[in-house]
């Protein structure tokens, strides 16, 4: 058994904070059946007033495009708050959709979670 | 003795010895008069009368037309010439006539002179009684009357010279001895004038006896009684000068007188008519020669008005129409028309544009159908091929896939592929001479005759031989196809295959190393009944491709008219750009038509690729199948499902992944917009593992929908730019190695196929 296979079909998003950022760590699959759940806590940290949010996907499995528009509204509500969104270490696969995507080159990605807090 | 002389009156007509010359002359001037009259009618009437003489001109023939002017010019100068003559004639005439009038004159004046002189010297005879008066009164008479020459000078004051110098000093008798009469009579003069002279002859006998009286009566002689003086007596010079100054001689001289200025009045008179019908005549030679100088300038004018509008006019006219006709516009027409040549040529021209319109119209008609033909030509040779690819997705052991370009023109392309039963897969490409409905119905009969005997016949060679004598039996169009045959056995690899005249084939070893198929087994089809074809047997190996064309792709020409070539073709085979069937046929077209550029394609290009996957008989196959409804919440059955398939399988977690991601896309696409009502649907998910080929298909029942149609998002803009969207298809196409839409009557499938690359890795 993979470690990902477990996660099928559900995902889990844990909290927490680093100075005035909010770091966001997604357990899972980021597809059509769990981006709603992901948008919804998304929302909730922007509308809160939270404007640095990293996203760290070591625990992530995959994201498809239902996925990915998450990650777009988000980063365009904190570009319009002056706000950043980062993402961090992503695997294989999410590299590889991220790239065919042409996200890699309109979001900021770094490989780990100290780079990304570095400067941020 | 007072005679005027002898010579017997000869009376003459006044000179009419031109009369013909003066005849043709009235008719002349007539004729001036009647034109210039003519002309002034012309003008006077105006412009309806010119137009009415030119419009009866005009339907001549322009031949007879300038013919005409030419004769008129030609007469009118002849008249002109006759005009100059009959002048120059008339004004000697003139001359002459001054002349005659001014020598009559004379003659008249002389003889009065005479008249006058005897007198004198009769008087200066009688009063002197000297001799030589005497003399002087006999030379006058014999001079008068042609018996004594006549001197030099004799007009004007001869004789008074001689009175008073005696004899006439260095007076030369030049002139001959002619009597005045006989002058008169030369100078022609008229009966009526020597009739007055006779008169006056006639009346000069009492002067003559008195003077006669007088010259006796100085010698002393007198009339005896009976009119002859021969009674002697004492001369008497008294009597004579009373005689001679007495009044009966004063009555007898101006009685004589009388008949003489009536003589010189007549003479007068005559001449001066003579002189008054040359003058006019010369006069109406003057108007008639301006007469004819008009009528030859009209003559001219109306010439060049001729010429102006009757043909340079509508010369240039047809030369404009002819002008704008090479430049195409048949619809042009020159519009001159009359009975004269130009008019001709004009109605010959425009009727020649016409049939030149009509043709190309029948051309265009016979171009159009053609191309319509050549269209249906192309319809039937489209539907004969298969187009849809992959055409057995379900089967692992082999991917074919093909390509035909066709041309506008020529053609007769075909390629074809069938099962022939379980294992035996048949594919062929052909080539067939000429174009259009026959080469495409040509075609249709080469593919059925290949299908049927292929069915029960697995010898290539046999098949062809067989179809040879049925298309070459009757083949009265002398048609004829180049064909490569191949019938594959799927399991094995093992591959029998005939070349009838057909381009020699490559087979592509894994890896990129190329074989060429050489070997020819016979003509092309329908050449020649009763040839019999032979057969080669090769091995496909896993991976190996048998690449088929035709002559379009290495005779495709560029705009240099270059030969796209079998190097070309052979560099881009070996290349790893024709890794897989559909590679190496994209690549191939995409080759071919990058080369020639602009250049228009002259032949069908048709390029067919097998690939043999390798043996996957059911034991190395591993299938999964899967079906679930037309919900949302289904897609996490497939995924689990397909998850542990995967891990079963030994498939790597990454490629499970992503094909999670492609269930997760196009699963939503299907459920979201395959249906148009509200049922349940099923779909059907596959996934096929032969060796390292993964190949997953989804089934559905929707609506015809064909994803990989969708565009492409811009996928390079900028985070503020980003429109959600479009997305998800572009990811499954760059996460699998290919991806393929066919649509069945009652639903679509989605191909998607995967390398597995777990040797490697």
Same mark, same amino acid.
């Not at chain 2, 699998?736 to 490697?760: F, P």
């Given at each position: 058994?993979?470690?990902?296979?477990?996660?099928?079909?559900?995902?889990?998003?844990?909290?927490?904070?680093?100075?005035?950022?909010?770091?966001?760590?997604?357990?899972?699959?980021?597809?059509?059946?769990?981006?709603?759940?992901?948008?919804?806590?998304?929302?909730?940290?922007?509308?809160?007033?939270?404007?640095?949010?990293?996203?760290?996907?070591?625990?992530?499995?995959?994201?498809?495009?239902?996925?990915?528009?998450?990650?777009?509204?988000?980063?365009?509500?904190?570009?319009?708050?002056?706000?950043?969104?980062?993402?961090?270490?992503?695997?294989?696969?999410?590299? !590889?959709?991220?790239?065919?995507?042409?996200?890699?080159?309109?979001?900021?990605?770094? %490989?780990?979670?100290?780079?990304?807090?570095?400067?941020? | 003795?007072?005679?005027?002389?002898?010579?017997?009156?000869? &009376?003459?007509?006044?000179?009419?010895?031109?009369? &013909?010359?003066?005849?043709?002359?009235?008719?002349?001037?007539?004729?001036?008069?009647?034109?210039?009259?003519?002309?002034?009618?012309?003008?006077?009437?105006?412009?309806?009368?010119?137009?009415?003489?030119?419009?009866?001109?005009?339907?001549?023939?322009?031949?007879?037309?300038?013919?005409?002017?030419?004769?008129?010019?030609?007469?009118?100068?002849?008249?002109?010439?006759?005009?100059?003559?009959? @002048?120059?004639?008339?004004?000697?005439?003139?001359? $002459?006539?001054?002349?005659?009038?001014?020598?009559?004159?004379?003659?008249?004046? /002389?003889?009065?002179?005479?008249?006058?002189?005897?007198?004198?010297?009769?008087?200066?005879?009688?009063?002197?009684?000297?001799?030589?008066?005497?003399?002087?009164?006999?030379?006058?008479?014999?001079?008068?009357?042609?018996?004594?020459?006549? *001197?030099?000078?004799? /007009?004007?004051?001869?004789?008074?010279?001689?009175?008073?110098?005696?004899?006439?000093?260095?007076?030369?008798?030049?002139?001959?001895?002619?009597?005045?009469?006989?002058?008169?009579?030369?100078?022609? =003069?008229?009966?009526?004038?020597?009739?007055?002279?006779?008169?006056?002859?006639?009346?000069?006998?009492?002067?003559?006896?008195?003077?006669?009286?007088?010259?006796?009566?100085?010698?002393?002689?007198?009339?005896?009684?009976?009119?002859?003086?021969?009674?002697?007596?004492?001369?008497?010079?008294?009597?004579?000068?009373?005689?001679?100054?007495?009044?009966?001689?004063?009555?007898?001289?101006?009685?004589?007188?009388?008949?003489?200025?009536? =003589?010189?009045?007549?003479?007068?008179?005559?001449?001066?008519?003579?002189?008054?019908?040359?003058?006019? /005549?010369?006069?109406?030679?003057?108007?008639?020669?301006?007469?004819?100088?008009?009528?030859?300038?009209?003559?001219?004018?109306?010439?060049?008005?001729?010429?102006? +509008?009757?043909?340079?006019?509508?010369?240039?006219?047809?030369?404009?129409?002819?002008?704008?006709?090479?430049?195409?516009?048949?619809?042009?027409?020159?519009?001159?028309?009359?009975?004269?040549?130009?008019?001709?040529?004009?109605?010959?021209? %425009?009727?020649?544009?016409?049939?030149?319109?009509?043709?190309?119209?029948?051309?265009?008609?016979?171009?159009?159908?053609?191309?319509? !033909?050549?269209?249906?030509?192309?319809?039937?040779?489209?539907?004969?091929?298969?187009?849809?690819?992959?055409? =057995? &997705?379900?089967?692992?052991?082999?991917?074919?896939?093909?390509?035909?370009?066709?041309?506008?023109?020529?053609?007769?392309?075909?390629?074809?592929?069938?099962?022939?039963? !379980?294992?035996? =897969?048949?594919?062929?490409?052909?080539?067939?001479?000429?174009?259009?409905?026959?080469?495409?119905?040509?075609?249709?009969?080469?593919?059925?005759?290949?299908?049927?005997?292929?069915?029960?016949?697995?010898?290539?060679?046999?098949?062809?031989?067989?179809?040879?004598?049925?298309?070459?039996?009757?083949?009265?169009?002398?048609?004829?196809?180049?064909?490569? #045959?191949?019938?594959?056995?799927?399991?094995?690899?093992?591959?029998?295959?005939?070349?009838?005249?057909?381009?020699? &084939?490559?087979?592509?070893?894994?890896?990129?190393?190329?074989?060429?198929?050489?070997?020819? @087994?016979?003509?092309? #089809?329908?050449?020649?009944?009763?040839?019999?074809?032979?057969?080669?047997?090769?091995?496909?190996?896993?991976?190996?491709?048998?690449?088929?064309?035709?002559?379009?792709?290495?005779?495709?020409?560029?705009? +240099?008219?270059?030969?796209?070539?079998?190097?070309?073709?052979?560099?881009?085979?070996?290349?790893?750009?024709?890794?897989?069937?559909?590679?190496?046929?994209?690549?191939?077209?995409?080759?071919?038509?990058?080369?020639?550029?602009?250049?228009?394609?002259?032949? %069908?290009?048709?390029?067919?690729?097998?690939?043999?996957?390798?043996?996957?008989?059911?034991?190395?196959?591993?299938?999964?199948?899967?079906?679930?409804?037309?919900?949302?919440?289904?897609?996490?059955?497939?995924?689990?499902?397909?998850?542990?398939?995967?891990?079963?399988?030994?498939?790597?977690?990454?490629?499970?992944?992503?094909?999670?991601?492609?269930?997760?896309?196009?699963?939503?696409?299907?459920?979201?917009?395959?249906?148009?009502?509200?049922?349940?649907?099923?779909?059907?998910?596959?996934?096929?593992?032969?060796?390292?080929?993964?190949?997953?298909?989804?089934?559905?029942?929707?609506?015809?929908?064909?994803?990989?149609?969708?565009?492409? *998002? %811009?996928?390079?803009? *900028?985070?503020?730019?980003?429109?959600?969207?479009?997305?998800?298809?572009?990811?499954? +196409?760059?996460?699998?190695?290919?991806?393929?839409?066919?649509?069945? #009557?009652?639903?679509? $499938?989605?191909?998607?196929?995967?390398?597995?690359?777990?040797?490697?890795?």
């Amino acid at each position: 058994m993979n470690e990902w296979n477990k996660k099928v079909g559900r995902m889990r998003i844990t909290i927490k904070s680093a100075n005035d950022v909010k770091i966001l760590a997604f357990e899972g699959n980021l597809d059509t059946q769990t981006s709603p759940d992901a948008q919804a806590q998304l929302s909730q940290l922007i509308d809160g007033g939270e404007r640095k949010i990293l996203v760290n996907f070591a625990n992530l499995g995959y994201i498809s495009s239902a996925g990915l528009r998450v990650l777009l509204a988000a980063a365009k509500q904190l570009l319009a708050a002056e706000g950043e969104l980062r993402v961090c270490d992503l695997n294989d696969v999410v590299k !590889e959709v991220f790239d065919i995507s042409g996200f890699s080159t309109i979001l900021k990605i770094f %490989d780990n979670e100290i780079d990304a807090l570095d400067g941020f | 003795m007072r005679a005027l002389g002898d010579a017997p009156i000869v &009376p003459t007509p006044p000179a009419r010895g031109s009369a &013909p010359v003066e005849q043709s002359f009235v008719a002349l001037v007539v004729a001036a008069i009647w034109c210039y009259h003519s002309f002034s009618g012309w003008v006077a009437f105006g412009a309806p009368a010119v137009k009415c003489a030119a419009s009866s001109i005009g339907s001549m023939k322009l031949r007879y037309q300038l013919g005409l002017f030419l004769t008129a010019t030609i007469v009118m100068s002849a008249v002109a010439v006759v005009i100059a003559i009959l @002048h120059h004639r008339t004004h000697h005439r003139q001359v $002459a006539a001054e002349q005659l009038r001014f020598n009559s004159i004379l003659l008249a004046d /002389e003889l009065r002179q005479s008249s006058d002189d005897l007198t004198k010297f009769a008087r200066l005879f009688v009063q002197t009684g000297e001799k030589r008066f005497e003399d002087y009164f006999r030379q006058v008479l014999a001079i008068r009357n042609g018996e004594l020459p006549r *001197p030099e000078g004799y /007009e004007g004051i001869y004789w008074d010279r001689v009175v008073v110098e005696g004899v006439a000093k260095g007076s030369k008798n030049a002139g001959a001895a002619v009597s005045l009469r006989e002058r008169m009579a030369q100078l022609k =003069f008229a009966e009526s004038e020597f009739a007055l002279l006779a008169e006056a002859q006639v009346r000069s006998d009492a002067l003559v006896n008195i003077e006669n009286r007088a010259f006796n009566a100085v010698r002393g002689l007198f009339d005896d009684g009976s009119g002859n003086f021969v009674r002697r007596g004492k001369p008497d010079p008294e009597l004579a000068q009373r005689l001679l100054y007495g009044d009966d001689y004063l009555r007898a001289k101006a009685f004589i007188m009388e008949p003489i200025r009536r =003589f010189e009045e007549s003479v007068n008179a005559r001449t001066t008519a003579l002189l008054t019908v040359a003058r006019n /005549e010369a006069a109406s030679l003057m108007w008639a020669s301006f007469v004819a100088t008009g009528s030859l300038l009209a003559l001219l004018v109306a010439l060049s008005a001729v010429i102006d +509008r009757r043909v340079l006019l509508r010369a240039g006219t047809l030369a404009d129409a002819a002008g704008r006709i090479g430049e195409g516009r048949l619809d042009v027409r020159s519009g001159v028309r009359g009975n004269d040549e130009l008019g001709i040529l004009g109605a010959t021209f %425009d009727d020649m544009v016409s049939r030149l319109e009509e043709n190309l119209n029948l051309v265009t008609a016979a171009k159009d159908r053609m191309e319509y !033909e050549l269209g249906v030509g192309r319809g039937i040779q489209m539907s004969l091929v298969p187009l849809i690819f992959p055409p =057995f &997705p379900a089967r692992e052991e082999f991917s074919v896939y093909a390509t035909l370009e066709p041309a506008r023109e020529v053609g007769g392309d075909f390629y074809n592929f069938f099962f022939i039963d !379980e294992n035996r =897969f048949c594919v062929c490409v052909g080539d067939v001479s000429g174009k259009g409905v026959p080469a495409a119905l040509f075609m249709a009969v080469a593919m059925t005759l290949i299908k049927s005997r292929a069915t029960d016949d697995l010898s290539t060679a046999s098949i062809l031989t067989h179809m040879n004598d049925e298309v070459s039996a009757d083949n009265r169009e002398s048609m004829f196809v180049t064909l490569f #045959i191949a019938i594959i056995d799927i399991r094995s690899g093992e591959v029998v295959f005939t070349n009838a005249g057909h381009n020699p &084939p490559y087979v592509r070893r894994e890896g990129g190393a190329l074989q060429r198929l050489d070997t020819r @087994h016979g003509p092309v #089809i329908g050449a020649m009944e009763g040839m019999v074809y032979g057969e080669d047997r090769m091995n496909l190996r896993i991976g190996d491709m048998l690449f088929l064309y035709t002559d379009g792709v290495t005779e495709a020409m560029d705009a +240099r008219d270059r030969l796209f070539s079998e190097e070309r073709l052979v560099a881009l085979l070996e290349s790893g750009d024709a890794a897989t069937a559909e590679a190496a046929v994209d690549a191939t077209v995409s080759a071919v038509k990058a080369f020639e550029g602009g250049a228009e394609q002259t032949d %069908d290009i048709t390029v067919l690729a097998f690939q043999f996957h390798g043996v996957a008989g059911k034991a190395t196959q591993a299938r999964w199948r899967v079906v679930i409804k037309n919900r949302l919440s289904e897609i996490a059955a497939v995924t689990e499902g397909f998850e542990r398939f995967a891990d079963d399988q030994g498939i790597p977690a990454a490629v499970a992944m992503k094909f999670n991601i492609a269930f997760d896309e196009l699963l939503n696409n299907v459920i979201a917009y395959a249906y148009r009502d509200e049922d349940e649907h099923e779909i059907v998910i596959q996934a096929v593992l032969s060796r390292e080929r993964l190949t997953v298909t989804i089934f559905d029942d929707g609506v015809p929908f064909n994803p990989l149609s969708v565009k492409a *998002p %811009d996928t390079q803009s *900028p985070l503020e730019d980003r429109e959600p969207g479009g997305l998800g298809v572009h990811l499954v +196409r760059g996460l699998v190695d290919e991806l393929s839409y066919r649509r069945y #009557i009652d639903g679509n $499938a989605l191909t998607l196929v995967k390398l597995l690359d777990r040797e490697a890795a």
